[in-house]
């Protein structure tokens, strides 16, 4: 198994920034990859930003520009900026792990889940 544990959220204006951390731990060999998503109420959980073992990075049309993803592999630990925050940013912020490629912008083919974090933006 994989347990991760995210960091960072909190309460912002809009056009601030925040880092959002997500520390792993366990069998951290099988990870391919590390992803973000966010769920704000009443609707579903949507894709943010996925980085690969590899490097490779994908975002989500809505962020991208304002949101950087990275990864520190000695710490395992992957990391979102997200810079010029927006209301509609507003959510709980979760980290994922997949074993594969896939469909990275799936929530349903990622294995491990973070308690999540909440990130709010106010106007």
């Known amino acids: 198994q994989v347990q991760l544990v995210e960091s960072g959220g909190g309460l912002v204006q809009a056009g601030d920034s925040l880092r959002l951390s997500c520390a792993a731990s366990?069998?951290?060999?099988?990870?391919?990859?590390m992803g973000w998503f966010r769920q704000a109420p009443g609707k579903e959980r949507d894709f943010v930003a996925a980085?690969?073992?590899?490097?490779?990075?994908w975002y989500a049309d809505s962020v991208k520009g304002r949101f950087t993803i990275s990864r520190d592999n000695a710490k395992n630990t992957v990391y979102l900026q997200m810079n010029s925050l927006k209301p509609e940013d507003m959510a709980v912020y979760y980290c994922?792990?997949?074993?594969?490629?896939?469909?990275?912008?799936?929530?349903?083919?990622?294995?491990?889940w973070g308690q999540g974090v909440q990130v709010t933006v106010s106007s």
């Open positions: 980085i690969s073992r590899t490097g490779s990075i």
């Open positions: 994922a792990t997949r074993r594969g490629l896939g469909q990275i912008r799936v929530s349903g083919e990622y294995d491990y």
């Open positions: 366990g069998r951290t060999f099988t990870v391919y990859a």
